[in-house]
């Protein structure tokens, strides 16, 4: 249309927003065991779910940690984001281990907000950065081991003949911290 041509006639543009680059997430995952510093901690396993709004999981991952290993990093694959908005997540832990009581929160949030850089490229920011990650802490405790048994003292007296009045004390101590009965 030649607006020079015809004052009257509007001049219409369409403009066309197109090949917009989508945006691209990871969410980092951390698994922490605490025990006593100088406690044995069995090998363990543990499997988070990352599902969306909706409760469809989106992935699962496992964390596996050898004995004594107090620490695990994972991460779930990669999320594609093609349009901006707000899309939150939740992350869940299963799993279980004698000795072990796990984190009070077994399920946990994510929000990752995707906007449009004006560009021509989406921008994703996670709450869960590799910084921060979604992390669950689980503490093991081991179950005091349960014994019984006697114990027998027998006292031999050499260079005299035992009197009625005699009598002996024992103590029984502990070693190198070694527990006693109650």
Known sequence: TNAAADPNQAVRFTNTYNDI???TVTIPIAKTVNAAEDAYVPAWEYTFTLAN????????????GD???RTGQGAFKELSFSAPGTYTYTVTESGALAGVTNDAQSSKTVTV?????GAGALVAESSATASDPVVFTNAYN???????GIISVQKQLTGREWMSGDAFTFALAAENGAPLPA
């Open 21 to 23: 680059k989508p945006a």
């Open 53 to 64: 709004s909706d409760g469809v999981p989106v992935d699962v991952q496992t964390i596996a």
């Open 67 to 69: 004995a004594n290993a």
């Open 113 to 117: 907000a995707v906007t449009d850089n």
């Open 142 to 148: 081991a179950a005091p081991a349960e014994t019984t």
